[in-house]
C-alpha cells in the first residue's frame, strides 16, 4: 500500500518561514518523480513543485519560485518543502504526490499538513 504522511504544518505570521516533510512508505520512491501540491480554502487543487527521482531536477509553479525549496532523500524516504517568506495567499492544505508536474493533482495525494499564515 501507497502511503504518504505530511507534516510540519502550523500558523505562521507573514513573512515566516517552515519546513514540511513527508515520509513515504509501501512503493519505490527512488523511482518515482514527487511532488507538493495544495488547496486554499474555497480554490481549487495548485501544483506547487515537483523533483525527479534522483533530485538532481526541481520546478516550481510561478507563485512559489524564488520562495519554495523541494528537496528528497531517497534513503529516508522522505520529501521536503521549505517555505520561505509566506504570505497570506500560501494559507493552503499540503500535500505530497507521485509524479512530475501538474499530472501529479491526478495522483494519490496523502492526508495533508495545514499551513495558515496569519498574523
Known amino acids: 500500500e501507497v502511503h504518504l504522511v505530511e507534516s510540519g504544518g502550523g500558523i505562521v505570521q507573514p513573512g515566516g518561514s517552515l519546513t514540511l516533510s513527508c515520509a513515504a512508505s509501501g512503493f519505490a520512491f527512488g523511482a518515482y518523480a514527487m511532488s507538493w501540491v495544495r488547496q486554499a480554502p474555497g480554490k481549487g487543487p495548485e501544483w506547487v513543485s515537483s523533483i525527479n527521482r534522483d533530485g538532481t531536477a526541481t520546478s516550481y509553479a510561478d507563485s512559489v519560485r524564488g520562495r519554495f525549496t523541494i528537496s528528497r532523500d531517497n534513503g529516508k524516504k522522505t520529501l521536503s518543502l521549505q517555505i520561505n517568506r509566506l504570505a497570506p495567499d500560501d494559507t493552503a492544505e499540503y500535500y505530497c504526490?507521485?509524479?512530475?508536474?501538474?499530472?501529479?493533482?491526478?495522483?494519490?495525494w496523502g492526508q495533508g499538513t495545514v499551513v495558515t499564515v496569519s498574523s
Open positions: 504526490t507521485k509524479g512530475w508536474g501538474p499530472r501529479a493533482l491526478e495522483g494519490d
